[in-house]
Nanobody, 116 residues
Framework: QVQLVESGGGLVQAGGSLRLSCTAS????????MGWYRQAPGKQRESVAT???????NYADSVKGRFTISRDNAKNTVYLQMNSLKPEDTAVYYC??????????WGQGTQVTVSS
């Protein structure tokens, strides 16, 4: 059973920063991509940022220039550095892992709350 352990959420004022971490219990050689998604109350889950095994990144337009996704392959860990946070970034953030065989796994979610 693949596990994704997330950490780093919390409460921060607008303009502040947080860093999310997600560690996978899976060999990095079977991981095609990892990423972060978020879901705000009453809204659909949306992609925030993804990174492939080759290091190619993709960001939602709403976070470009503010968020940075990175990964430490040796630790099977992906990070999301979030700067200049806005109240509209408030959501539950979920880690996602996709294997080469297209199977996907999700973390339990971590709450990020940005106060104005």
């Amino acid at each position: 059973q693949v596990q994704l352990v997330e950490s780093g959420g919390g409460l921060v004022q607008a303009g502040g920063s947080l860093r999310l971490s997600c560690t996978a219990s899976l060999s990095r050689f079977s991981i095609a991509a990892m990423g972060w998604y978020r879901q705000a109350p009453g809204k659909q889950r949306e992609s925030v940022a993804t990174i492939t095994s080759g290091g190619i990144t993709n960001y939602a337009d709403s976070v470009k220039g503010r968020f940075t996704i990175s990964r430490d392959n040796a630790k099977n860990t992906v990070y999301l550095q979030m700067n200049s946070l806005k109240p509209e970034d408030t959501a539950v953030y979920y880690c996602n892992l996709r294997q080469w065989n297209a199977r996907e796994y999700w973390g339990q979610g971590t709450q990020v709350t940005v106060s104005s």
